[in-house]
């Protein structure tokens, strides 16, 4: 789960990273009061939203004086931002964050990742912070400092001054550098992130440093013993159907194809959408519906399928075991008479009780292309996505 430059900065702040000072506003109004709070100027507003690279968007304005707080507030509140990493469809601007603008001598970038392949948290670090780092290791992997942490021992004092001298900072540096280091690393160990990362870290031109921007991604897997992070999630800039998916249990994740996918099972989704590509075409979703899944579920996922405008047609993929291909059949011919459904739909339907639901299907007086097995139904989806476009 990812959460706003705000939160993450107030979580750094109690582990002892030093953060500019500012507040957030939800309308001119607010900003203005926030600024005015804040002093003379100039200040920065920054939108929050859940995506990085703002500031080449116009995301990020410093404005000289109060006179244009609100104004630019204005401007900013109520749009949707499109960045490089939001997609096209962008993100709802609703609150800002107003600091009071720092004087920038350096930038640089710190973060902490959990390495799957080493199962370790590895912490990056660089002198030339700002850019992306995923950009920088892999044009110049020279200028970036890693540090694997075995999570048994922690992280070591040498480690967190390997990072500060690996830096060239000045020596006066050493201890909040080292202090921001080692309370990033206990924030991402103690609230079970799996990034916790400050893009840039700057060294401000009075010597002073302090964390401008901030990214945490929590783990999802772990939110339950954490409701203090739970309790952040910001729902409106998340992916509209997989937030109405998680309500109903379903593991739902958009895509950018056109093939509807509803399948039981993760690997077997896994699968269904290898033979989608092999077919040449794009599935548009993974949705397990789970091996419990009832009919009211089923149906609920036909819904959120067909409410995705990038689908143009259905492949039902099922497996029955616990699921029993019945109970399948049921919520989809439900759904098929309750919704209006016009894309077209083709069924792979194995498994327990799977007469029963064939029966169920062919009996809906609903058009189904039914498929004998898995390279019909292949040959099927690969037909109809052709025509379809
Ligand atoms: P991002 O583009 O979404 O990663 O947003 P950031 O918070 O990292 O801001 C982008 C850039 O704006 C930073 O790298 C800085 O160069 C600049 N910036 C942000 N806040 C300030 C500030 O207070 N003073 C100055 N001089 N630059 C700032
Ligand atoms: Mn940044």
Redesign the pocket.
């Known amino acids: 789960m990812k959460i706003h430059?705000f939160q993450a900065k107030k979580l750094l702040a109690g582990y002892g990273v030093p953060i500019?000072r500012g507040q957030i506003a939800r309308t001119d109004e607010e900003a203005l009061n926030v600024a005015r709070q804040l002093g003379e100027g100039?200040f920065?507003l920054?939108a929050q939203v859940h995506?990085?690279?703002?500031?080449?968007?116009g995301?990020?304005r410093?404005v000289d004086s109060i006179a244009d707080v609100a104004r630019t507030a204005w401007e900013m509140l109520g749009k949707t931002l499109i960045?490089a990493?939001t997609g096209q469809e962008g993100k709802p601007v609703r609150t800002l964050l107003l600091?009071?603008?720092?004087?920038?001598a350096k930038?640089i970038y710190i973060g902490i990742v959990i390495d799957r392949r080493k199962a370790c948290p590895v912490i990056l670090a660089s002198a030339e912070?700002?850019v992306e780092i995923e950009r920088l290791a892999r044009e110049r992997p020279d200028r970036v400092i890693t540090e694997v942490v075995d999570p048994s021992v922690g992280l070591r004092p040498f480690q967190a001054s390997r990072i500060f001298y690996g830096l060239g900072l000045d020596e006066s540096l050493a201890r909040p550098v080292m202090a921001t280091v080692i309370g990033l690393y206990r924030l991402l160990i103690e609230k079970d992130l799996s990034l916790a990362e400050i893009?840039?870290f700057?060294v401000t031109e009075d010597g002073g440093v302090v964390a401008?921007?901030a990214?945490v991604v929590a783990d999802d897997n772990a939110l339950f013993r954490h409701p203090d992070i739970a309790g952040l999630r910001d729902v409106s800039q998340e992916d509209p159907l997989e937030v109405e998916a998680g309500k109903h249990n379903l593991n739902y994740i958009k895509l950018k194809g056109n093939v509807g996918c509803m399948v039981n099972g993760a690997g077997l989704a896994m699968a269904t959408m290898d033979l989608i590509k092999l077919a040449g075409a794009e599935p548009a979703n993974f949705l397990d519906v789970g091996g419990g899944a009832t009919a009211q579920m089923v149906k609920e996922a036909m819904r959120i399928l067909i409410f995705d405008r990038d689908v143009k047609m259905i492949f039902i993929n099922i497996f029955g075991g616990i699921l029993r291909c019945d109970t399948l059949a049921q919520g989809v011919v439900e759904a098929a008479r309750e919704l209006v459904i016009d894309v077209p739909i083709v069924v792979r339907l194995e498994g327990t009780n799977v007469e029963e639901g064939r029966r169920i299907l062919a009996g809906s007086g609903l058009a189904f292309a039914v498929a004998v097995d898995l390279a019909d139904a292949a040959k099927k989806v690969g037909e109809i996505a052709k025509r379809v476009g």
């Open positions: 430059e500019p100039p920065v920054k995506a990085g690279g703002r500031g080449k968007a995301g990020i410093v960045t990493q600091e009071e603008a720092v004087n920038v930038e912070g700002g893009n840039p700057v401008l921007d990214k």
